[in-house]
């Protein structure tokens, strides 16, 4: 199949979709106090814009996850670059802890955490950053782990020291690898915003799905989901772009696309 | 064709031509001709090899006598029939093993005797034979990742010939192993030749090895692929391969079969 | 390990020791982190009525274990998960299997509508099912079917791409039909690789189930932390916690260990970010799991052991 055919096609189920769920909640085929035309969805969207309480809450989702996710962003590749590349011993006596840690179920340790913060934004950002933090720092430690030998031989030759060494050629190699981390970090930390502002929060999208939920509203339980995968969305493309830029060797990753060990892609 | 040996063919290609279309993005559709008029025939219990440079369809050849790719024009027959599709009447041996990695040597072999629903005990009985014949015995139990190149490929062939089909279709297959193993290989691949008297085309890039393998070497050209020439190898079997393979007639039928190659090769 | 003298001694000492040496500093991690919180909350670092001790949690939970509550919401946790698990594999692997055999150019189109669809939060979906079912197990046996759904789809997509086509070829020259080849090579050759999906899955479904427990009511580990929130019981809060937490450590590790048993049947299966919770369809450039038993020096670690000497 052609890619025109493919577009074409997909185009025609993208219309087919949108209008059978346009048509079918109206003319009563399926309940439309479960699942709203979208022509509603985007109603409340526009109502919630025009009380202004879009923005607001808009604003505080994407602070706390961009929060929690820019800390885990920072101290993430420093602690798995630095276990990874410099303290081989510490990090194998870390790295079962961290393993430990990164299956600690965030939303579990929401109570716990609570003791500690509080009700308050430092709670969530504190959960989010949690859970991106360690995939991050995995992937930090396997990126150093799997820096091609004979790149190294070849630098050696050039009589680097060993911290020239590390930052010329080992952090590079090992980018590509934090960056998938990194992005799949985002998307998570999007999840995890959701459930911490349903769990302890009086604002913010996740809390606006909550309060729909809870009042039967649901053409803005689906206008505050769409919104947030919206946003989710927009953080990945971002973060594509951004890693197309700064590691400009790499080929470009097609999304979806799963990489063979071997490096082989389909 | 000779009239005084008449027996009738076991294999016969006529006319057997293959090409296929491809689509390059900016340079619109392309037919590509990898056969082109083949006619062979082979006879019952003859080990026939095929030679010839890259590109000249030998794999293809094999594929459509398996039965796996049809001829765009052009026929073959099998005992008089013609071939519709793969049939168990045909084993195939490929370069990669193809061994099934989560099956034993012992499971893989029997393989072809589950697809024939050949009941438990009897499979046991055929397999412990065939396991025997390529000199497997201790490692019925053994999975693929644990065993040798020459031994994946002895247990790619009694594979190919547990389910007993009458003709044997080898593709490469020793090309994957080392030289010594290869040697090795060939002289075990006669002995059970000589055992089971299948019919047998082996495709091949290695001159030496057509030559003493086979009683007839097909050689083909390429662009489009077609039979050149056939020699007939008229060595006496057994091939003892200490003496043979620095016997002048030897030599002289390596030499043969090469200068038809490079001929061959030559721009028209 | 003996220390008995033998014939062998010397050799094996040479081996053993550094092994005891490697496996200690591994533990040394977490030994450490237990120590430190007990510590930490006895001697009153922290406010002990916040965090009590790692030894008052662990008696907590032997309270647990021994009044048999432990074991029921284990098993009723157990039951949604197993449930949600089993959904996603009745749907995922029959339609990964059409998709990529016998509809590939559904696939293709298909392909991004997927995607879409498997990054859809599923926090944000669980108000819709709760819409749907109302409150009970069929809303969390939904929720963490879905979870699971997608990397199971995706992995077994790919899975069936990828058999190894000598195989097929193979199974194709016995005249195999397309039922047996589907049985007899196919899927037999997929089972590694859907086993990564399938590990993967667990880790979501085990994460979302714990999390859809806590936001939801009656029974299961999820509940038994929210309960204890609810109550103020503190130490049942860190319970509950630790609990999921060893479960999930446990769960994890045995499922990588499963893999790596069922991986040399078919060759390489596909490794992950160790520690991500959502690698479902995009898995980067093949970084080696964590868990390792001994540990292996990293070839840069090596370079830089060479150079200080």
Redesign the interface.
């Known amino acids: 199949m052609t890619r025109r055919e493919i577009l074409r096609a997909q185009l025609l189920l993208a219309g087919a979709v949108l209008a059978l769920w346009e048509l079918l909640p109206r003319i009563g085929w399926i309940d439309p106090v479960f699942v709203p035309p979208p022509s509603r969805v985007l109603e409340a969207l526009v109502h919630l814009w025009g009380l202004g309480l879009l923005g607001e809450h808009t604003r505080l989702s994407l602070g706390r996850a961009l929060g929690g996710f820019g800390v885990a962003v920072v101290i993430g590749p420093l602690l798995g670059l630095a276990l990874g590349g410099w303290f081989p011993r510490l990090r194998q006596a870390l790295e079962p802890l961290m393993e430990f840690f990164s299956q600690a179920n965030p939303v579990v340790l929401f109570h716990v955490v609570l003791l500690f913060f509080g009700i308050g934004e430092s709670a969530k950002v504190f959960l989010i950053a949690w859970l991106c933090i360690w995939p991050i720092a995995f992937a930090a430690i396997a990126g150093v782990a799997n820096v091609d030998p004979e790149l190294l031989r070849a630098a050696r030759a050039f009589r680097l020291s060993r911290p020239a060494l590390f930052v010329r050629v080992v952090v590079p190699a090992a980018l590509p690898s934090i960056f998938t981390a990194l992005r799949l970090a985002a998307g998570q930390s999007f999840i995890m915003l959701i459930a911490a502002e349903m769990m302890g929060a009086s604002s913010g999208l996740g809390w606006l799905v909550v309060q729909s939920q809870e009042s039967y509203h649901a053409p803005r339980i689906f206008a505050a989901a769409g919104l947030i995968s919206g946003l989710a969305l927009v953080t990945d493309r971002i973060l594509l772009v951004l890693e197309a830029r700064l590691i400009r060797w790499r080929p470009p990753l097609d999304e979806g696309r799963v990489l063979l060990a071997g490096g082989a892609e389909r | 064709m000779d009239a005084v040996t008449a027996a009738p063919s076991k294999i016969s290609l006529r006319g057997v031509t293959h090409s296929y279309t491809l689509r390059r993005p900016h340079e619109g559709k392309h037919t590509f001709q990898a056969l082109g008029g083949v006619d062979l025939d082979v006879k019952p219990g003859e080990f026939l090899a095929v030679v010839g440079p890259s590109g000249c369809g030998k794999s293809t050849l094999l594929d459509i006598l ?3 790719s049809i001829p765009t024009s052009g026929e073959v027959l099998i005992d008089g029939k013609k071939v519709t ?4 009447d ?3 041996v ?1 370069q ?1 093993y ?1 061994l ?3 099956r034993t040597t012992r499971e893989n072999i029997e ?2 005797l ?2 024939k629903h050949v009941p438990k005990h009897l499979r046991r009985e055929i397999s412990d034979r065939f396991i025997r014949m390529v000199g497997l015995e201790g490692f019925e139990k053994r ?1 693929p ?1 644990e065993l040798s190149g020459g031994m994946k490929q002895r247990v790619a062939l009694a594979r190919a010939l547990a ?1 007993d089909p009458e003709i044997l ?1 080898m593709d490469e297959p020793f090309a994957a192993v080392d030289a010594q193993t290869r040697e090795t290989l060939q002289d075990e691949l006669l002995r059970i030749w000589e055992e089971t008297r299948k019919t047998v085309i082996f495709v091949t890039h290695s001159i030496e090895e057509a030559v003493f393998l086979a009683d007839r070497v097909a050689i083909l050209a390429a662009n489009p692929g077609r039979v050149r020439e056939v020699v007939d190898i008229d060595l006496k079997r057994p091939r003892d391969a200490a003496h043979l393979r620095t016997s002048e007639a030897f030599a002289a039928l390596r030499h043969r079969v090469w200068t038809s190659l490079q001929q061959g090769n030559r721009p028209e | 390990m003996s220390r008995a003298p033998s014939l062998e001694a010397p050799a094996q000492r040479a081996t053993t020791a550094p092994r005891l040496r490697a496996a200690a500093l591994r533990c040394s991690g977490i030994l450490g982190f237990a120590v430190l919180w007990e510590l930490a909350s006895r001697l009153r670092w922290i406010d002990p009525t916040f965090a009590p001790a790692l030894s008052t949690v662990v008696v907590t939970i032997g309270r647990l274990i021994a009044s048999g509550a432990l074991l029921t919401h284990i098993c009723i946790s157990a039951g949604r998960a197993l449930a949600g698990l089993a959904l996603g594999l009745l749907i995922a692997v029959p339609a990964g299997l059409v998709l990529a055999r016998w509809t590939p150019r559904a696939r293709l189109v298909l392909d991004p509508f997927l995607r879409v669809l498997s990054q859809v939060n599923p926090f944000s979906l669980m108000p819709v099912f709760l819409l749907f079912f109302g409150s009970g197990e069929l809303v969390k046996i939904t929720t963490v079917g879905w979870v699971a759904i997608w990397p199971i789809l995706f992995y077994t997509l790919t899975a069936i791409t990828t058999v190894d086509p000598i195989l097929l070829k193979t199974g194709r020259s016995m005249a195999l039909s397309e039922r047996e080849l589907v049985l007899r090579v196919i899927l037999p050759a997929s089972v590694p690789t859907l086993f990564v999906g399938l590990r993967i899955a667990a880790g979501l479904v085990f994460f979302m189930l714990i999390a859809a427990e806590m936001l939801g009511t009656n029974g299961g580990l999820g509940w038994l932390v929210h309960n204890s929130a609810m109550n103020y019981q503190i130490p049942g809060i860190y319970a509950g916690s630790l609990l999921v937490t060893l479960l999930g450590f446990g769960l994890h590790r045995g499922l990588i260990a499963l893999e790596r048993h069922l991986s040399p049947r078919a060759g390489a299966a596909l490794p992950t970010v160790p520690g991500a919770r959502r690698p479902a369809a995009v898995a980067g450039p093949a970084p080696r799991p964590s868990a390792s038993a001994v540990p292996t020096p990293s070839r840069w670690s090596a370079v830089a052991e060479q150079e200080s000497t």
């Open positions: 398996a039965g796996l599709g793969p049939a168990l045909r084993g195939i490929l990669g193809a099934f990695p989560w393989f072809g589950e697809v999975l990742h389910f279709l």
